[in-house]
């Protein structure tokens, strides 16, 4: 299966990482749109899609979300503007901004 590591910005404009499999259905579920959401969303919204990472497994998803949260704010704006970031190809279907 295809596993996606992912950075939202969140409408107190701090960064959240995760994994999935839907990146589509993942944001609806951070977004109140569905059940099941982090709880990292409690009383703040994902305000704009920042990246998108493919190409991953589970394991592998894992690590590097382990890797990026590590990371500091400086780090992970600089990751946002490298070339695998897909976040673009995700926000049209979701109806989102990218920004940054």
Known sequence: MNWFVYIILASN???Y???TTN???RWKEHAGEKKGGARFFNGKK???LMYVE???NRSTASRREAAIKKMT???KEALL???QNIASNYAEVLSV???L
Do not use: D, F, M, Y
């Open 73 to 75: 704010r400086t780090q």
């Open 81 to 83: 503007k490298e070339k």
């Open 54 to 56: 493919a190409g991953h």
């Open 46 to 48: 994902p305000a704009a």
């Open 13 to 15: 404009n701090s960064l």
């Open 97 to 99: 901004e990218t920004r």
């Open 17 to 19: 990482t995760g994994i």
């Open 23 to 25: 990146v589509e259905r």
